[in-house]
């Protein structure tokens, strides 16, 4: 009996130490220097609704990218029918993800069939419909693709976004998918929730097209556009009066280089007017594209766009070898900085909408803390009183067990890096009512068993055996509703779902093991003639 009495006051000691290590960094903040080394750095991470920040919904508009895949295969299609020398007019996308194209042979329909099934095993033909001089046919991407494609464009745009935060400095963030096509974000402690908006939704497509100068604006902007170009704003600034304006350009619609091929991207101070501009290096493909297309374009314009504008459009004075470049503008710092990341974290794979926008100040943030932990300093402590007064010392047993509860409840939260919420806290004043519920059975079948005229030793046995069922069916129970809480329950139901289940598995713990350890080393150790209960 004393062996085993040793043994489990020792995993008593082993369990509440370890928590105390993953917990020591939280309660003090400061540690001294020689301690840093051997103790966790990581606090427990408060969320959103503790210490201020900003939480956003957004939806990827995969239907958006489904169409600008569709428009590059119409591009690929034009070309692999030029090749194939079948006779076609006016391959275009059209409205939604599908390809419209005329053909002008009856023979092309054979040779397209031929194509689309050796090279865009991913498409299918909608439809066909004869004219009098033409045959006209729908393309689409298949079904089954379709869905995929959706799939994966929502985890291309969650990994940047959470590669642009990663690089913002944002600390603890969280962002997990929602449902097909959402993305919740929770940015705890931002400063600045307009520019983290800002950066996180640019969509960040960097395009490098050629200036058409051979045709005419003007004529352009009456509405008689080449059928290869297209038109493009971008900001001039007025460098002797800081006026900003918007100016019209007329470019190639082809992109001769995307930010696909951006090895790296980095703020400088340019050396001509010690204004911030973004420096662009690109991988080896990248550089040897960027060789061939300046040389190709000696005296020419090449236009740098961002998101369909256009930020700058030198004159390409000559071949560019090594790869580098550079975007200019009135940028400030803040917005070149920003700049740089999104263009190293790439672009987003499609548009996304923000459906919802939250803002929490970190005054709010602090009065929640501060009540939070005032619930449950007041709601412990007259359960504390309450069981030291009507259990005496069983009830200070109660209360030791209660306090060794919420440290080993801190302490998980910490060893894990889970994040405590307001919700969190009421998780945790719940299971402070659980744990007592639990001593509240084993000592009333402890009352029930004395009554009778029991030993001690006997009474403790018999009350623990018989409040055991109870108590496990108790937690299970809570614990099987917490794990459907979690299942489909959002963002604050699942913090308290967490919570509590840490907290009922704690409870057990303390309620059935601790304080029968405690009970025993005193029955034990000490001549005891009556049970305080």
Same mark, same amino acid.
Do not use: W
């Given at each position: 009996m004393i062996k085993s009495l040793k043994i489990r006051i020792a995993i008593t000691a082993v369990v509440c130490l370890a928590a105390l290590y993953f917990?020591?960094?939280?309660?003090i903040p400061q540690l001294p220097t020689p301690w840093n080394e051997y103790f966790p750095k990581d606090k427990i991470h408060l969320g959103l609704d503790l210490q201020g920040g900003m939480h956003l919904v957004l939806e990827v508009d995969t239907e958006k990218a489904?169409? =600008?895949?569709? %428009?590059?295969?119409?591009?690929d299609l034009k070309e692999s029918l030029m090749e194939n020398k079948v006779r076609f007019r006016n391959v275009e996308k059209t409205k939604g993800a599908v390809i419209s194209l005329q053909l002008t042979e009856s023979a092309g329909k054979t040779a397209l069939d031929k194509i689309i099934n050796d090279q865009y095993p991913d498409l299918e033909i909608?439809?066909? =419909?004869?004219? %009098?001089?033409a045959q006209i046919v729908h393309i689409k991407i298949k079904d089954k693709r379709a869905i995929e494609l959706k799939k994966l464009t929502v985890e291309h745009s969650l990994e940047t976004i959470r590669n642009r935060v990663d690089q913002f400095g944002i600390a603890e963030p969280e962002i997990i998918p929602e449902g097909d096509n959402r993305i919740l974000i929770q940015l705890p402690g931002i400063k600045?929730?307009?520019r983290a908006k800002n950066l996180i939704g640019k969509t960040a497509l960097l395009e490098f097209k050629i200036v058409d100068d051979e045709n005419s604006m003007e004529e352009a902007l009456r509405g008689n556009i080449p059928q290869e170009d297209i038109i493009a704003y971008g900001l001039r600034t007025d460098r002797s009066t800081g006026e900003r304006g918007s100016a019209p350009y007329l470019l190639k619609n082809k992109a001769l280089l995307t930010g696909a091929s951006l090895e790296t991207a980095k703020v400088q101070i340019s050396n001509r007017f010690g204004e911030p501009t973004v420096s662009l290096k690109f991988n080896s493909q990248g550089a040897t594209d960027f060789e061939r297309i300046t040389g190709e374009n000696v005296r020419k314009r090449l236009a740098i766009v961002l998101d369909?504008?256009?930020?700058?459009?030198?004159?390409?004075?000559?071949?560019?070898?090594g790869g580098q470049a550079q975007i200019t503008g009135t940028f400030t710092m803040d917005e070149a900085r920003d700049l740089a990341i999104v263009l190293r974290a790439g672009a987003l794979p499609a548009p996304v909408n923000i459906l919802e926008e939250r803002t929490v100040g970190p005054s709010l943030g602090s009065d929640s803390i501060r009540q939070g932990i005032m619930a449950t300093l007041i709601g412990s402590l007259l359960v504390i009183l309450f069981m030291m007064i009507y259990y005496r010392f069983s009830g200070t047993v109660a209360d030791l067990a209660l306090i060794i509860n919420i440290v080993l409840v801190l302490g998980v939260l910490a060893a894990f890096k889970a994040t405590l919420t307001l919700p969190g806290i009421a998780g945790l004043l719940l299971t402070v009512g659980m744990a007592v519920d639990a001593n509240v059975l084993i000592f009333e079948r402890i009352r029930e068993e004395l009554r009778t005229g029991k030993?001690?030793?006997?009474?403790?046995?018999?009350?623990?055996?018989?409040?055991f069922i109870t108590i496990i069916d108790t937690h299970v129970t809570g614990i099987v509703s917490a794990i459907f809480l979690i299942i489909f329950g959002t963002g604050p139901i699942k913090g308290f779902a967490v919570t509590l289940i840490i907290g009922l598995l704690a409870s057990l713990f303390t309620a059935v093991f601790v304080t029968r350890v405690i009970f025993d080393y005193f029955t034990g150790n000490f001549n005891i003639k009556k049970l305080s209960i």
């Open positions: 917990l020591l960094p939280t309660l489904l169409e =600008s895949m569709m %428009e590059r295969t119409a591009n909608d439809s066909s =419909s004869p004219r %009098e001089d600045d929730p307009e369909g504008v256009v930020h700058s459009a030198p004159v390409i004075q000559e071949r560019i070898s030993t001690i030793r006997l009474s403790l046995d018999t009350g623990y055996k018989k409040a």
